[in-house]
């Protein structure tokens, strides 16, 4: 059996959380720089029988209302991402509601960093955007015909040579519509800004309402068929 080092994708890669824990208010990181997560609601311990998503016993969490997951700014440190970068996580939305739902961010809007994250928009099909933040203001890129009640593999990778990003949905590049002028560098961080998965920075706003697994980082642009890669090994969790 391969290790978790010598599989390629997992090169290079800086933010792996699997929620193996399936209890408790801490979730690991299985990359190399293992931060750990703390679950703050907190959200719900779940699995994909149970909510009726998948045929295995596969731990997952709930995110609903002011629930969410987060890494200090001070230890989060090489999330700070100012050139290439990749994000990758499976969804669920239970419901589209009225309001943006964060999936991933480091970032202050406008300011610094990094955010992905769903936006409503039914009945054309809901939006899945990446946005980078220049000290003053941001560029954005995202993907249409994002559905709720179904899971998926969701991620951006972005190129900072061409100042450009593709989003993903089930390992298969999409459209992608891209600010006039490009997706320009995020201003880094520092210790400013904490990790947050499924609220935005501040805390009280673009809460998440869906199912989670496995948020994952890379200080690099994955190719296409990392992202195929990706599908294949978590989809039959999820009988896809």
């Known amino acids: 059996m391969k290790g978790y080092d010598n599989i390629a994708v997992n090169q290079g890669i800086v933010l792996d959380l699997p929620f193996r824990e399936a209890s408790g208010l801490i979730t690991h990181d299985i990359a190399k720089p293992h931060h750990i997560a703390t679950l703050t609601g907190p959200p719900v ?29 001070a230890n989060s440190l090489d999330l700070d991402f100012t ?19 964060m999936l991933m961010c480091r970032n202050g809007t406008d300011v610094s960093g990094w ?12 939006y899945l955007s990446l946005r980078t933040n220049q000290a003053g203001g941001h560029t954005d890129c995202y993907i249409a015909g994002i559905p709720d009640v179904t899971l998926m593999l969701l991620g951006f990778s972005r190129d900072s040579a061409g100042l450009s990003a593709i989003g993903y949905k089930d390992g298969l590049p999409q459209v992608t519509t891209i600010t006039p002028g490009g997706i ?57």
């Not at 050139?83 to 739902?101: E, H, P």
């Not at 955010?115 to 809901?126: I, L, R, V």
């Open 45 to 73: 311990w779940t699995d994909v029988h149970a909510e009726g998503i998948g045929p295995s016993d596969l731990g997952i969490l709930e995110i609903s209302g002011a629930e969410y997951l987060q890494v200090p700014g």
């Open 83 to 101: 050139g290439d970068f990749s994000l990758a996580m499976w969804v669920y939305i239970k419901a589209a509601g009225a309001m943006t739902q």
């Open 115 to 126: 955010a992905m994250y769903f936006t409503p928009d039914a009945p054309a099909g809901h």
């Open 184 to 240: 320009l560098d995020p201003i880094a961080s520092g210790a400013a800004r904490k990790l947050l998965v499924g609220v935005q920075d501040g805390e009280a706003m673009n809460f998440g309402n869906y199912f989670s697994w496995r948020p994952r980082a890379w200080p690099r642009e994955l190719s296409a068929e990392e992202w195929l890669g990706l599908v294949e090994e978590g989809k039959h969790w999820f009988g896809v």
